[in-house]
């Protein structure tokens, strides 16, 4: 009986996890985010760039600090679910970052991941929150577009890994938020912005690069 009684107490610390909550993000953040007073707290960020039905969906997934290679969507895939267990952050919907992350990425890497965290809602049967094929045509509209020149070498960059593809939760999720974290980076066209419109706020969307 001991034997079964320390198992199940280890299983559930593993599914419970251990972590930090991050909330006050300021001093973390690249300067030029952090001088915006909504960009100082990872709630603040979701209330101010999300549209309110979207983050009615996502205020309670937490952001936590974790053992990671970089930020990563929590709980969206089977092997999303098993490197959170591993790592000592337990089961269900977070998103992973650590204080370097928000160095690297800043706020886009946030929005990055609270996007997977909606598409992923959407191709499980919930509400969807991004037409698949509207953003392959006007994302393909916009790699041809020569006043955008460099977006679609970018994206492949970042979405085409084998750490992306092995982590995904779908065809084409990696593209669509690497573009979400893409608008506050650099200039984009308003009929790629429009794709995300149940997501995003587009009228706050403002590049910080």
């Known amino acids: 009986m001991r034997i079964v009684r320390a198992f199940i107490f280890i299983l559930v610390v593993l599914l419970a996890g251990c972590y930090t909550p991050y909330t006050n ?36 997934i937490p952001t936590v600090n974790g053992v990671s290679f970089g930020p990563y969507a929590a709980g969206t895939t089977f092997l999303s679910e098993v490197a959170s267990i591993l790592m000592g952050t337990g089961y269900g919907r977070k998103v992973i970052m650590t ?6 990425w800043g706020i886009g890497g946030i929005i990055h ?3 997977h965290h909606l598409d ?17 045509q006007q994302y393909n509209k916009c790699v041809l577009d020569f006043k955008y020149r460099g977006l679609g070498d970018y994206i492949d960059f970042y979405a085409n890994r084998w750490f992306t593809n092995t982590f995904g939760i779908g065809p084409h999720s990696e593209y669509i938020a690497y573009v979400s974290d893409y608008f506050y980076n650099k200039k984009t066209p308003e009929y790629l912005r429009y794709v995300y419109r149940k997501i ?7 590049i910080y690069d």
């Not at 709630?43 to 760039?49: N, P, R, T």
């Not at 995003?200 to 403002?206: H, K």
């Open 120 to 136: 992923d809602i959407g191709r499980d049967g919930g509400t969807r929150w991004v037409d698949i094929a509207e953003f392959i």
């Open 113 to 115: 991941e609270y996007v």
């Open 200 to 206: 995003l706020r587009l009228d706050r969307i403002q």
């Open 99 to 104: 204080d370097e992350s928000f160095r690297n």
């Open 25 to 60: 993000i300021k001093d973390l953040l690249p300067e030029n985010q952090a001088r915006a007073e909504y960009n100082c707290t990872i709630d603040g960020i979701l209330h101010y760039y999300f549209t309110e039905e979207a983050y009615s969906v996502i205020k309670d």
